[in-house]
């Protein structure tokens, strides 16, 4: 790597210089700010290294000029004991480390390695969030059907704004995916974006969760914790299922959609944050408002723009090219023929699951298909069953090969799923099951 080595001490220069040159450095000296900077404007380098006090430019003015130039390039500073303030400001304004004289060899490679070891972390996070805005702009989505494309345009334009916003749809429609979306297009991309899924944390737990808990508030907290509601400060806060939140901390969640206050469990300091709430459910909280198990005020303080997703089989042109897509995220760079029929019976079939399953069946045929060429025989067999009339009608119209008691177990799910309009709660009641029981089996054979 290429180091410029800017100090008017000519000794320690040649000194710096041969410790660096001997660990591999490729070292450029300058003895004064102006020569260094001439330096720096003729050729890259990956490191400086420039004492802060000189008598023409000061080390302060070196390291402003230079991080105009590259903001890319480690800047290390040194400095006497004296003037380790000014290191302290240097590393304010964009330098990356310090060191203070006298120095040895050891320490100062420590320092130089710390210092690339941080740039190189930087570097990756910032192209990894590049990639996740690059991945949740709403223009890389698809969308074919006109009521999806308006959808997008409408996130679109709500991302710009701090409006709350109710994400509606079946579970696999999405809805998590429009959330990222609105948050990666927002004046708010740069900022966290926190997922709380509800119904997955215990109601004992989720207060603390949310708000998060001081020592020994409870049997456990061992120690001081901050809650997602922290955590999300200056971003965006994603409170999926939020149908499922329980009575008691709908009084809590609307003091924070109002005030953007809260305090944590067993502590009476409030704290104030800056955050943007988005919420989703597969559930109608219509309904619940009406049968008085979820907040009036709260359900309106949450839909003040609602996004209702359709379901994948009110949008089957859609299919192939979702299609598509899952082959080419999936298949491994590979080339895959998709026979006529296969497309033909996905885009016949319901998919209760939506866009999740639809991708899940990719995967499995992709697993299952043999020379690139996907066939009938690579699809699930309940995609194969003969359908006469309702999905319920068709359940034991039996191929002659048979079925799999799991498959079959999956088409009943499915069947009373489509009954209950996607109500959870009403088909474990048609089956005769706890809503847990349901769901537990809804995640193993439906992915």
């Not at 410029?4 to 040649?14: E, F, H, P, Q, R």
């Not at 009406?290 to 949008?315: A, H, M, T």
């Not at 029929?341 to 939506?354: H, I, R, S």
Request: glycine share 6%; charged share 30%.
């Amino acid at each position: 790597m290429k180091v410029l080595l800017i100090d008017d001490d000519i000794s320690l220069s040649k000194v710096l210089a041969y410790q660096l040159e001997k660990n591999a450095y490729r070292v450029s000296t300058a003895n004064d700010g102006k020569s260094g900077l001439q330096l720096f404007a003729d050729q890259r380098f990956d490191i400086v290294i420039s004492d802060i006090r000189m008598p023409d430019i000061s080390g302060i003015e070196v390291l402003q000029q230079v991080r105009r130039q590259d903001k890319q390039v480690v800047v290390i500073m040194i400095t006497a004991h004296g003037s380790v303030e000014n290191a302290i400001e240097a590393c304010r304004i964009g330098a990356d480390d310090y060191i203070t004289k006298p120095f040895g060899q050891e320490q100062l490679l420590f320092v130089i390695e710390k210092a690339l070891r941080l740039r190189k972390l930087q570097s990756e996070n910032l192209n990894l969030r590049e990639q996740l805005v690059d991945r949740y702009q709403f223009e890389n989505m698809i969308s074919t059907s006109s009521v999806m494309q308006e959808i997008l345009r409408n996130s679109t334009r709500v991302a710009q704004s701090d409006a709350t916003v109710l994400i509606l749809g079946e579970s696999g429609t999405g809805k998590e995916l429009i959330a990222r979306g609105i948050h990666f297009s927002s004046p708010r991309k740069e900022k966290p974006f926190i997922t709380v899924n509800c119904p997955s944390i215990p109601g004992n737990l989720l207060e603390s969760e949310l708000f998060g808990h001081v020592k020994g508030a409870f049997t456990g907290a061992i120690k001081d914790r901050k809650g997602k509601f922290e955590l999300a400060d200056g971003g965006t806060i994603f409170l999926d299922e939020i149908g499922d939140l329980p009575g008691e901390l709908q009084a809590k969640l609307l003091r924070v959609l109002q005030e953007l206050t809260f305090e944590p469990v067993g502590s009476d300091k409030t704290i104030k944050v800056d955050v943007r709430i988005l919420a989703a459910t597969n559930r109608n909280l219509e309904q619940k408002v009406k049968e008085g198990s979820f907040r009036e005020d709260l359900y309106y303080r949450l839909s003040v723009v609602p996004i209702e997703l359709p379901p994948l089989r009110k949008r089957r042109d859609e299919i192939p090219y979702l299609v598509d897509h899952f082959l080419m995220r999936h298949g491994k760079g590979r080339k895959w023929n998709i026979a006529p029929e296969v497309m033909t019976a996905l885009q016949e079939y319901d998919w209760p699951g939506n866009v999740r399953e639809l991708e899940n069946v990719v995967e499995r045929m992709l697993a299952l298909a043999a020379d690139e060429k996907i066939g009938m025989e690579d699809l699930p067999s309940y995609l194969l069953l003969k359908k006469e009339g309702s999905k319920s009608d068709s359940l034991f119209n039996l191929p002659e090969e048979g079925l799999a008691l799991e498959d079959m177990e999956r088409q009943l799910i499915e069947a009373t799923l489509e009954k209950c309009d996607g109500n959870q709660s009403k088909a474990a009641k048609m089956l005769k099951i706890p809503r847990h029981v349901l769901l537990y089996r809804m995640k193993k054979l439906m992915g």
